[in-house]
């Protein structure tokens, strides 16, 4: 258990909060910062003292019940997250009972909230809400369509929404979610965010799909106007009212999203999409260039019938020499490696969209080059709403779940799994062993994790028993992250990672691998973490980390991590020069990053605090903390806000100018 805590009040944002920062919990998560304070929770950054990953933990009082006047079901955000698995959700991985309060353990969400993003830039282009409001209907379709009882969210409002770095939204929040239910008339808790919330919210019928529909029009119309409705004018105006460079389409969905009678909304999620899709079809001048298109139409139908002879004569040749460029778009692709055989795939996609070859080069692609997210992207953007005709392609189904196996939306993957049918053996036989595994971590009973360690079991089996040396490796690979993040069903789960990475690096005849060799660096530099008490064996795994990490430079490795990671490994080694000089590198060889610069430094800083006082110079540090800031940097990353805490310390101290 978590040693006692020791209650220091602070403030944050003007309220008073438990400071439990530097606290462990379960000897696993220390506590690192304080994220944030509202109305019924506190959520603090964590990292695993073993992983060294990020969570957030949310820390619920018990006290809620006794002093509101609501009654708050405590678990109703833990019972209703751990059900799902959408890549825009965040995950619960631990609950922690302590003091009668609750902390819930989820994914650390690095981004900014858009209520705080909207703050900052005001109010945000139409192009860039309408590409978020698609994300969004994602999220909200897939919780309305839950079996057996659709969720309803209820607190939809950009300080709910987070922005990532890579421009996707993730939903937070669920503190006052609900199932909807026919059998029940009414909500048995009115919630919610005033000015967001719907009016039956505070009434006596029951909320369902509407009424998100209700609090997303809300959303939008702050971020486009860059007013919430709790600010002057106190109303939801027409939004061209105040910007007449937003088009009559997103005003009329606004409009019609806000109604205060939920019958004259959009009565589903997938409604709202269509129109937002086809925002064009809602403006007066493509109404009247429609209208003139009808009066065309039959005057052109004689000619048609004219020229359908022509064009049936051609036909045949133009076919023959359209599927002739299509062959040789993928087999261009087929010679060249990542992003420019990707470019080859998308021409082909562009020239036959409804053949499927090439979407599966453009997946496997990616997903041999690591870059998941990309794959999913891609998936999200060009294959969700393709018609049943191509989604019934049992190797392109077989790709698309892989993808979503790899990206670890498990839930995702068993939907495009259980899709294949009749399939030959090359996709039967595989399906046979990952098709379990995704349902048994879609769902992650840890009741029945007998069966679920043993279907996975299978699939190492199945993988050892390949005689490709390329399939292999991409398997071990995923198998290996499979068993680093998933520490509640294998205790020792870095050293089932290693021994996996390790069978994939004695498969490689060349070694040349870059992905492979700096995966295999990190989980040596994670079993270093894990060993920091003995001595002898840290300074063993540091050193084979160091190895790993070199090797996938040497191989091209095209990521920035890399670098910094064998930069960090040089400085705990002692090698202050080697470490020094990798910092360099990294920042020649990205230019654009601001990683490198950063550790550079806080190596910097340390060495000079090294030193007695009359002789330190921090004009190098302050050189490279202003290389820092002149790039993209991540304002959540814990190393920069150390940095920044540095920086501000010499100046107060009057140490720099």
């Known amino acids: 258990m978590a040693k006692s805590v020791n209650i220091v009040m602070k403030k944050f944002h003007g309220v008073l909060c438990l400071d439990l920062v530097n606290e462990v919990f379960e000897n696993k998560y220390k506590i690192v910062d304080l994220l944030g304070k509202g109305g019924m929770s506190t959520v603090y950054l964590a990292k695993d003292i073993k992983l060294q ?3 957030a933990i949310k820390e619920v009082s018990a006290n809620l019940n006794d002093t509101s006047k609501l009654k708050i079901d405590l678990l109703a955000e833990t019972n209703i997250l751990k059900k799902l698995d959408h890549p825009a959700l965040p995950r619960i991985v631990d609950i922690i009972k302590r003091d009668k309060n609750l902390y819930i ?46 969720i309803i969210y209820r607190d939809m409002k950009p300080g709910n929404l ?53 609090s997303f029009g809300v959303t939008l119309y702050h971020m486009l106007t860059g007013r919430g409705p709790n600010d002057p004018p106190f109303e939801l105006k027409p939004v061209r009212e105040l910007n007449s460079s937003l088009s009559e389409g997103i ?54 019938i004219f020229s359908l002879f022509l064009i049936i004569s051609g036909a045949l040749g133009v076919k023959s020499e359209s599927v002739n460029e299509y062959n040789n778009m993928i087999e261009n692709g087929s010679k060249q490696n990542g992003d420019k055989a990707v470019d080859y795939y998308k021409q082909a996609v562009d020239k036959n969209s409804s053949n499927p070859k090439a979407y599966i080069k453009i997946i496997s692609t990616y997903l041999e080059n690591g870059e998941y997210d990309q794959s999913v ?66 769902k992650l009973d840890l009741k029945n994790k007998d069966k679920i360690v043993s279907s996975i079991k299978d699939l190492e089996k199945y993988i050892d028993s390949r005689s490709d040396v390329n399939y292999k490796v991409e398997s071990y690979i995923t198998l290996a992250e499979l068993y680093r993040d998933n520490p509640q069903i294998f205790p020792e789960n870095t050293d089932k990672e290693i021994e996996v990475l390790e069978k994939a690096s004695s498969s490689l005849a060349n070694k040349n691998n870059a992905i492979l060799y700096a995966q295999l660096g990190q989980a040596y530099f ?16 540091l050193n084979k980390a160091l190895d790993n990490y070199k090797n996938a430079i040497q191989m091209g490795s095209k990521v920035s991590n890399t670098y910094c990671q064998l930069g960090l490994i040089y400085k705990y ?85």
């Not at 969400?109 to 994602?138: M, P, R």
């Not at 939306?409 to 039967?428: C, E, R, T, V």
Request: net charge negative; proline share 2%.
């Open 377 to 442: 992207d891609f998936i999200e953007a060009n294959l969700k709403d393709k018609n049943s005709k191509l989604l019934k392609d049992n190797e392109l189904l077989f790709q698309i779940g892989m993808a979503y196996f790899d990206d670890e939306s498990y839930g995702k993957a068993y939907q495009y799994f259980n899709k294949i049918d009749n399939a030959d053996i090359s996709i039967s036989e595989p399906l046979k062993y990952y098709k379990p595994v995704a349902n048994a971590l879609s």
């Open 251 to 304: 005003e009329y969905i606004i409009e019609k999203s806000t109604r205060q009678d939920p019958s004259l909304r959009y009565q589903n999620v997938d409604e709202m999409l269509y129109d937002i899709k086809n925002i064009h079809k809602l403006n007066s001048n493509y109404k009247r260039q429609l209208m003139k298109k009808y009066i065309k139409v039959a005057a052109s139908a004689c000619l048609f």
């Open 526 to 541: 994670d079993k270093a973490s894990e060993s920091k008490i003995e001595q002898d064996k840290y300074t063993l795994y």
């Open 53 to 55: 990953k990020f969570w």
């Open 162 to 214: 987070m922005l990532t770095e890579s421009g996707k939204i993730k939903l937070i929040d669920f503190g006052i979610a609900r199932e909807y239910k026919k059998e029940v008339s009414k909500d048995t808790t009115y919630i919610g965010t005033r000015g967001y919330a719907a009016p039956e919210q505070y009434g006596d019928c029951q909320s369902d799909a509407r009424t998100d529909i209700y």
């Open 573 to 657: 080694l002692g090698n202050t020069n080697e470490s020094k000089n990798t910092f360099e590198k990294e920042t020649q060889v990205f230019s654009d990053d601001y990683k490198g610069y950063m550790e550079l430094s806080l190596l910097e800083y340390d060495a000079q605090q090294a030193m007695p006082q009359e002789k330190r110079n921090y004009n190098d540090f302050v050189r490279y903390y202003n290389n820092t800031i002149s790039k993209k940097y991540n304002e959540n990353d814990v190393d920069f806000m150390t940095l920044k805490q540095e920086y501000s310390d010499l100046k107060n101290q009057g140490a720099i100018k």
């Open 105 to 150: 353990v989820m994914d650390f969400i690095d981004g900014i909230s858009l209520d705080k993003f909207i703050h900052k830039k005001g109010a945000i282009d139409e192009k860039t809400v309408l590409d978020w409001a698609k994300q969004i209907c994602d999220v909200l379709t897939y919780l309305h369509s839950q079996k057996p009882n659709p």
